[in-house]
C-alpha cells in the first residue's frame, strides 16, 4: 500500500501586464501572447478562429490571447475579482434581466450571446470563449450599485412557506409531519423545495 501523500499542485493564472495572459502549475509556466485588436479585427476573429481564445478589455482597448482547454478560470481568477458578485456576499442591485431603465444589465440579458467589446459599461475585465466553462469577468464597470441585503427569514416562517407550498400541491396535507412524511417518499430534485432548514443545517455540519 502506498502511503505517500500525492503532491498537491498549485495552480494559478494571472495577466504579465498586457503582454500575456499566464498559466503556472508548480512552477512551470505557459505564456499565452496578447495581441492587441481593434473592435473590427475582434469580430472578425470571433467569426473565424473556432478555438478557443480570451478577451481582455481595458476602457476602450481590446486584447486577445489564443487559449487551450483546461485552464483553471473558475478556481484561480487572474484578478480576483468579480464586480456582479462575489464570494464575499456582495451582489450588483443590477444583477438582472430587466431592461436598464428598470434597473437590469445588459450583460445579462445577453449571458449566452454576451461579448464583451459591446459593454461600454466594462472598464476592465475579460471573457473566455470555447471552453466547456466559460467565463465572463467585470472587475471595473460603471454600472455597478451594491444591492441591498437579502432579509434572512426565521424558521417559523420557513416552515410556513413549506406548509403553504406543501398543501398546494397536495390537498391532504395538514401539518408538517404530513409533508415530511411525503417528502420521504416523493424524493428525487422536487424535495429539496420542502426540506427541513434545520435539517439542512444538520447535514452541512
Known amino acids: 500500500m502506498n502511503t505517500k501523500k500525492e503532491e498537491k ?19 512551470k509556466k505557459t505564456v499565452f ?3 492587441k485588436v481593434s473592435v473590427t479585427q475582434l469580430k472578425d476573429f470571433r467569426r473565424t478562429y473556432n478555438k478557443p ?7 476602450n482597448l481590446l486584447w486577445i490571447a ?3 482547454k483546461g485552464l483553471p478560470f473558475l478556481s484561480s481568477d487572474p484578478f480576483n475579482k468579480h464586480m456582479c458578485a462575489s464570494s464575499s456576499g456582495i451582489i450588483c442591485k443590477r444583477l438582472s434581466a430587466k431592461p436598464d431603465e428598470a434597473g437590469g444589465c445588459a450583460r445579462i440579458r445577453e449571458l449566452g450571446y454576451a461579448c464583451i ?7 476592465l475585465g475579460f471573457q473566455t470563449v470555447g471552453l466547456s466553462q466559460n467565463t465572463f469577468t467585470i ?10 441585503p437579502r432579509r434572512t427569514r426565521s424558521i417559523e416562517e420557513i416552515n410556513k412557506s413549506r406548509l403553504g407550498l406543501g ?3 397536495w390537498d391532504d396535507i395538514e401539518d408538517l409531519n404530513q409533508l415530511s412524511q ?12 420542502f426540506e427541513d432548514p434545520l435539517e439542512k443545517k444538520k447535514n452541512k455540519k
Not at 187 to 192: F, I, M, N, V
Request: charged fraction near 35%; proline fraction near 0%; hydrophobic fraction near 35%.
Open 53 to 59: 481564445f480570451l478577451v481582455l478589455k481595458e476602457g
Open 66 to 68: 489564443k487559449i487551450r
Open 117 to 123: 467589446e459591446d459593454y461600454d459599461f466594462v472598464k
Open 182 to 193: 411525503r417528502i420521504k417518499k416523493l424524493g428525487g430534485k422536487g424535495a429539496r423545495f
Open 33 to 35: 501572447s496578447l495581441t
Open 167 to 169: 398543501q398546494f400541491m
Open 9 to 27: 499542485k498549485e495552480k494559478k493564472l494571472y495577466f504579465q501586464n498586457r503582454d500575456a495572459l499566464v498559466y503556472e502549475e508548480n512552477g
Open 139 to 148: 472587475v471595473e464597470c460603471t454600472h455597478f450599485g451594491k444591492a441591498a
